[in-house]
């Protein structure tokens, strides 16, 4: 198997003396060298405003702005490059959603979430339930981590306007039937949407078969820069919708008292846009294309399924959930001691996880615990590095 390592620069730093085992992918990944060089390379020779000056700079910034839109569409199989659409991230995307739907739902609608989601899937939800009288119902989480699918056919309705569910939960890395739920709620009437920010490295994306209304991810979470994220939607939909953002970039005419506006995407990006990210996210896609992904995701899995063995030997681990179909995270609790000080002890020994209740608070009221350890893996990640997680972890154990 080909050894990603070297491609990823800040994988040979030192801590203590060895190696950092990075196991905390879900909060970020690491960046390759030629996404560090695709960026320094626009500033060095590309960099100019886009969309606007009749000069070659511009024009060679514009160009590279669209290649990396093209490349998005073709990497999560959408069907026209006009339903992609740049944000900051996640985050803001799934906000530019809530937004945009805002006169779209009605006192005594429902939006359907899941106990399974990032507060930035919940959150903005909060915020339009709020402004237009609208109801949150949440799907149940079974004790194994994995969506109650009885539930939620219980609670979807036809007075379901919204269903929005994580592809892959950051907390559990459980893998949801998102095609099954988003077909079910689309054809109960509501508008879908799917937060991919876990998915991108580990699931394959086709936008077309899954048949979602949004689909949301952020470019740091694929070995893209921090600052540049993706809402797709599809366009007949996005037609529809009124822009977020006033400004430059996103109109067609201005007067001082009105309007007109762009068509998608440029409707929903005013300003000037995190060129140099969609560059960088561009640089992240064409790496992940020359990778042999399938194999590396099947090792990927193997070592995750061996890592889960090992520890379920070990004394006093507790995992917290145990999905049928998982991807990527493994979070657990050392039983009578707190996640952060498991945390720390693994730090001490080079390993950097990440405790706490991973922006998933009603998911740990759900499962009744404060928080958990979460060691969680990217395609760069070996058995070696699993090995030091395991030995860390058993010397922890000891210590505690
Ligand atoms: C499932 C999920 N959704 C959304 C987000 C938010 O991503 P960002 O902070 O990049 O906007 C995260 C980040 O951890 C996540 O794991």
Redesign the pocket.
């Known amino acids: 198997m080909r050894d990603m390592r070297s491609d990823f620069p800040i994988l040979s730093r030192q801590q203590n003396g060895q190696e950092i085992v990075y196991l905390d992918n ?2 970020t990944t690491q960046k390759p060298e030629a996404v560090i060089d695709a960026i320094s390379n626009y500033y060095r020779m590309h960099n100019a405003n886009v969309h606007r000056a009749a000069h070659r700079l511009a024009e060679e910034a514009t160009a590279l702005l669209e290649e990396a839109r093209q490349l998005t569409q073709s990497f999560i199989g959408a069907e026209r490059v006009e339903e992609i659409i740049f944000t900051r ?4 995307a799934i906000n530019l959603v809530t937004q945009i739907l805002d006169g779209r739902l009605n006192a005594g609608d429902q939006i359907l979430l899941t106990e399974l989601e ?1 507060h ?2 919940i959150v903005p939800w909060q915020m339009l339930a709020k402004r237009c009288g609208a109801s949150i119902e949440a799907v149940k989480v079974t004790p194994d981590g994995e969506l109650d699918i009885a539930d939620f056919y219980q609670k979807l309705s036809s007075k379901t306007k919204i269903f929005s569910c ?1 592809h892959v ?2 907390a559990l890395g459980t893998v949801n039937p998102v095609t099954e739920l988003v077909q079910a709620a689309r054809s109960a009437g509501a508008i879908t949407l799917v ?1 991919g ?2 998915a991108t490295l580990h699931q394959h994306l086709d936008m077309q078969a899954l048949g979602c209304d949004f689909y949301t991810f ?1 470019g ?2 694929m070995y893209a820069p921090t600052g540049i ?1 993706v809402l797709y939607g599809r366009a007949e939909l996005l037609e529809t919708l009124p822009p977020w953002h006033g400004g430059g970039e996103m109109i067609e005419q201005v007067t001082m008292t009105t309007s007109t506006y762009q068509k998608a995407p440029y409707k929903f990006e005013a300003g000037t846009p995190n060129i140099c990210g969609a560059v960088g996210l561009g640089a992240a896609i064409k790496y992940l294309r020359q990778l042999p992904i399938n194999d590396l995701v099947a090792d990927e899995n193997r070592i995750l399924a061996e890592t889960i063995g090992e520890m379920q030997d070990l004394p006093n681990i507790q995992l917290i959930g145990t999905p049928k179909n998982r991807s990527a995270v493994i979070s657990f609790v050392v039983n009578g001691a707190h996640h952060h000080d498991v945390g720390t002890l693994l730090n001490e020994q080079g390993v950097a996880v990440r405790t706490g209740h991973h ?1 998933a608070m009603p998911l740990m009221q759900a499962l009744q615990i404060p928080g958990t350890v979460r060691a969680s893996f990217s395609l760069y990640n070996t058995k070696a590095d699993a090995d030091r997680f395991i030995a860390a972890l058993q010397k922890t154990i000891t210590f505690l």
Not at 89 to 92: K, L, Q, V
């Open positions: 879900a909060a991230g996640a985050t803001e990032h930035s899937n994580n939960s950051n937060d920010a876990q952020s740091h979470k994220g922006c």
